[in-house]
């Protein structure tokens, strides 16, 4: 059974430990996160941008593949369904589909507007007992064809949303999503230091996981940040298996055309970088 984000990001910020969100974008993707947090006994959040919601036809259909795996895979550690970067529209939909804990991306909005906004997601879905992340301060790089510079959040802001009853909340300290460029900066533990001294307990999010160095997610844990999202390093390592068995001509042996076998390299390759993601959050063994 789906469970709300909060109660396993509030263990993760106290144990000083982060829970991964990896990002689902069909059955393949899906089955290979549960069975490896099964595996790991880590508690796990499946992201869901609104993309890949239209890919997968809706949240209806999402929501029931989710929990149908549950029950045939007898997964037992906790897992969120999560609405990524959410619109105000998308995450009441994603309420009223069956999801358990939604992102409000208000930070596009002027700090007036995101705050309105947020209260009444916050009413609309803790009514439902189901979470809400808010954002403050764009993410850089590009999701679903907005792109960000990598800006770092107003500690004031932060504490603004913090305060209207959210559960978690991503604040932009200069992490980017998808491949880091050359010339990055790295993250800026000043300000998450800063956002961490007004929002207290508040368990922090960050957006961009992939290719942030260990040491640097490490530190960014020990002030405070407990969901670390993760989607391009999956897509990376499930690109580079599949293209090697294209590559080494397997896909002309037998039945290697068959879809099941042609995936199969792929899911492995998820798998295995759910698990070091897993290992380097800390997660495994907290379910």
């Known amino acids: 059974m789906l469970v709300s984000a909060k109660e396993m990001l509030d263990k993760a910020k106290a144990g000083h430990y982060a829970v991964g969100q990896f990002n689902i974008n069909n059955l393949e993707w899906t089955k290979a996160i549960l069975q490896t947090a099964q595996e790991c006994n880590s508690p796990v959040i499946l992201g869901v941008s609104e993309g890949a919601g239209k890919y997968m036809t809706g949240y209806k259909t999402i929501v029931g593949m989710v929990n149908g795996m549950l029950e045939e895979l007898g997964i037992t550690v906790p897992v969120a369904l999560h609405l990524d970067h959410g619109s105000y529209e998308h995450c009441i939909k994603c309420v009223e589909a069956g999801f358990s804990s939604v992102m409000f991306d208000g930070s596009h909005y002027p700090i007036e507007e995101n705050v309105a906004k947020t209260k009444e997601i916050v009413a609309l879905a803790h009514a439902k007992g189901v979470s809400v992340e808010a954002e403050v301060g764009s993410i850089g790089g590009e999701e679903d064809g907005v792109i960000g510079a990598g800006e770092c959040a107003d500690p004031k802001e932060c504490k603004a949303i913090a305060d209207l009853g959210i559960d978690f909340l991503a604040a932009g ?64 390592s499930f690109a580079a298996a599949t293209r090697e068995y294209i590559e080494a001509g397997k896909d002309q042996q037998g039945k290697g055309f068959d879809p099941r076998k042609l995936l199969a390299p792929g899911t492995e390759a998820i798998k295995a970088t759910v698990k070091e993601k897993m290992e380097i959050f800390g997660s495994i063994g907290k379910a």
Do not use: R
């Open 173 to 236: 300290i200069g992490n980017i999503h998808g491949k880091y460029p050359e010339n990055w900066a790295g993250l800026s533990f000043e300000t998450l230091d800063a956002i961490q001294q007004l929002t207290g307990d508040m368990p922090l999010v960050l957006h961009g996981g992939t290719g942030i160095p260990v040491d640097m997610i490490k530190k960014a844990i020990s002030l405070g940040v407990a969901k670390i999202n993760v989607n391009t390093e999956c897509q990376l």
